[in-house]
């Protein structure tokens, strides 16, 4: 069967950037004094830089995957198909419409952006790091103005550097057509759903399908109606060819659409098919495209076969006509089905990024059909006091949270409460903890990640306080959680010569999985990139990693403190060449006061017969014959 031909970036390769999760926050507790000293001006400047960076890349990356999901910031399971290996909502089926507003679509762009910044307000920033810099994450606002070539932001965040307020709102603005093209599909949706374009472009098709030699005599390839005239003329379609024939119609019909123009009169030219404008409105600078879902496929579920029997005798001729005036056979077949089909348009503001809607066409008896009657996905939050909230189009009240409760305190090693913590839960950010450590929340009711991160101010410098868990279930969260201190790490990297027993700082790249104790699992490399971006397969990893450059340390803060397990590789990696040259696997634990951390890897002794027997052997022999261990840490 015929595939869509657009692929999801599937992360194949290594992870070239690994965001670390560190946020600080503290509650401002004083009205600033006025006016700025220059020093504390200039550096509020460099904060204002920073910040409103993290806002501009936290609502770029929010837009794409609206786009790619149909507006939707997270996956919806119901009522969709999946395209490019993602799940892409309807907004029509047949003669229904299930389009988001822009309002909710607008809201989850704010929630998105709010929880970018939560996760990276200070991993951005190294000025921030060590400073006096200070911020109100409950007063915090995000607020989305969608044009139609940009997204304007406001983000109120109380803020202060050295106890100076830093003037309000932050503001960015992103470049992209989201909003206009949110406009041109949700016109599409609601005419198609009126005018059932697809449906009789396919059946137009279908009935001029081309023709093919049945025995000497033409038919359809797709027949529909016509007379047998010949005596003993057979048509035969086994399901498979019908199967087969159809989904090469549909591809056809699809890639035959015209946007803007009026259509084609002259018959002689090849089938075009057009839409001339939505509502009265023309888009010329979109250029949409029709394609069709990942697990494409049109299962007529039966074959043709039909049969223009010969006579059982010759007759004399009657009332003129002779005997073969007999075999005269009229047919007519109908055809039944339904496709999904893809509605995407390029966002060139965004780098081309694809907006995609999906869409259900329906041919019963080769008519528009109805696709029944099709339920309005709808989710509903169980809220605090048993109250429930439901929403319209399909799409998540604030954020996309179940309809399970977390109520939990958090508290410090020493037992005393935490406020101004702030937990999250797969996607669900629960409000900062009160006075007395509690905070209280909907969550997702399936497992999922944990985290809880708290700073505590020490002087003019600040302490990083965290509890990482994961794949752990709801029901965990509901109790009293303790937060630890985690350690400030240097990691350096070694590469080690099992014949000199030599180790060195390396120009080759490492790539290194951690577990923790608790599940968790985190990924370093040494590989510093100059885009802040992911490559997402082995040929853009490749040529990220031979444009890199391979650091001897890097700085990591996500090692909670205790056991972990550890897997590393090198890679030498040129244009042309990729290739591993040496592998280890190991455990190591950290505690708070830990500073740094040596990995070391030993090279391959062969290329041949590598394997996990053969890492852990060298591995072994790394520590026996050179008295290196694998991991070191420092103190």
């Not at 039944?336 to 995609?356: A, E, T």
């Not at 306080?465 to 965990?476: E, F, L, M, N, V």
């Not at 591993?580 to 708070?592: D, R, W």
Request: include cysteine; proline fraction near 6%; charge should be negative.
């Amino acid at each position: 069967m015929r595939k869509a031909q657009i692929e999801l970036a599937t992360v194949l390769g290594v992870i070239i950037v690994i965001v670390v999760i560190v946020f600080y926050t503290l509650i401002i507790a004083n009205q600033p004094p006025s006016p700025v000293p220059s020093g504390v001006g200039a550096e509020q400047s460099l904060v204002r830089d920073k910040v409103e960076g993290i806002i501009s890349d936290g609502a770029a990356l929010s837009v794409k995957w609206m786009e790619s999901q149909g507006g939707a910031i997270l996956p919806i399971f119901n009522n969709s198909v999946s395209f490019t290996r993602v799940m892409v909502p309807y907004w029509q089926k047949c003669d229904k419409t299930y389009v988001p507003s822009l309002d909710l679509l607008t809201r989850q762009l704010e929630n998105a952006t709010y929880n970018y910044i939560v996760y990276n307000l200070y991993n951005r920033s190294e000025i921030v790091l060590g400073k006096n810099v200070a911020v109100d994450l409950q007063a915090t606002k995000v607020t989305a103005n969608v044009l139609d070539n940009k997204i304007d932001l406001e983000v109120t965040m109380p803020t202060t550097v050295q106890g100076y307020a830093v003037q309000q709102p932050y503001r960015a603005s992103i470049p992209t057509k989201f909003g206009e093209i949110y406009k041109f599909m949700k016109a599409y949706a609601e005419e198609a759903a009126k005018n059932r374009y697809i449906e009789l472009f396919m059946i137009n098709s279908i009935y001029f399908s081309k023709t093919i030699d049945d025995g000497g005599v033409a038919h359809a390839e797709v027949p529909t109606f016509g007379t047998m005239v010949e005596c003993g003329e057979t048509i035969y379609r086994t399901s498979e060819q019908l199967s087969d024939s159809m989904e090469g119609l549909a591809l056809y019909t699809l890639s035959h659409v015209k946007w803007w123009v009026p259509a084609e009169k002259d018959f002689s030219k090849p089938k075009q098919y057009t839409i001339e404008s939505l509502k009265g409105k023309t888009y010329p600078q979109l250029n949409p495209l029709f394609m069709v879902d990942d697990n494409f496929a049109i299962n007529m579920g039966g074959g043709v076969s039909l049969t223009n029997p010969r006579p059982l005798a010759s007759a004399p001729a009657l009332f003129g006509f002779t005997t073969s005036g007999l075999c005269l056979k009229p047919y007519s077949i109908s055809y039944s089905f339904q496709l999904p089909v893809m509605l995407v348009v390029s966002d060139p503001l965004m780098n081309d990024n694809k907006f995609s809607i999906a869409t259900l066409i329906d041919i019963n008896n080769l008519m528009p059909g109805s696709c029944g009657e099709i339920p309005k996905p709808q989710y509903c939050l169980l809220k605090p006091g048993n109250v429930t909230e439901c929403t319209d189009n399909g799409q998540p009240p604030a954020y996309l949270c179940g309809n399970c409760t977390a109520r939990m305190k958090v508290v410090a090693p020493d037992g005393s409460a935490v406020k101004g913590a702030v937990t999250s839960f797969g996607g669900c950010v629960l409000p900062a903890t009160d006075s007395a450590g509690m905070t209280e929340g909907n969550v997702n009711c399936e497992p999922d990640y944990l985290t809880i991160t708290y700073v505590k101010p020490v002087g003019v410098v600040s302490e990083l306080y965290q509890k990482r868990s994961c794949g752990i279930s709801p029901a965990d969260l509901n109790g009293t959680i303790t937060v630890y201190k985690y350690p400030k790490l240097n990691v350096h990297f070694r590469e080690v010569n099992l014949t000199t027993c030599n180790a060195s700082q390396t120009g080759n790249f490492f790539l290194v999985n951690t577990t923790s104790h608790s599940g968790c699992h985190e990924s370093i490399t040494n590989a510093n990139v100059s885009s802040d971006v992911f490559c997402t397969d082995h040929i853009s990893c490749s040529e990220q990693m031979a444009a890199a450059r391979a650091e001897e340390k890097v700085a990591f803060e996500l090692f909670e403190p205790g056991s972990h397990s550890i897997s590393a590789t090198v890679l030498k990696v040129s244009p042309t060449e990729r290739r591993e040259a040496g592998s280890m696997e190991s455990s190591f634990s950290v505690t708070s006061s830990s500073t740094d951390i040596f990995i070391n890897v030993p090279l391959y002794e062969s290329a041949a017969n590598i394997s996990r027997d053969y890492t852990l052997s060298i591995t072994d022999a790394m520590a026996s014959k050179c008295g290196i261990t694998p991991v070191e840490v420092r103190p």
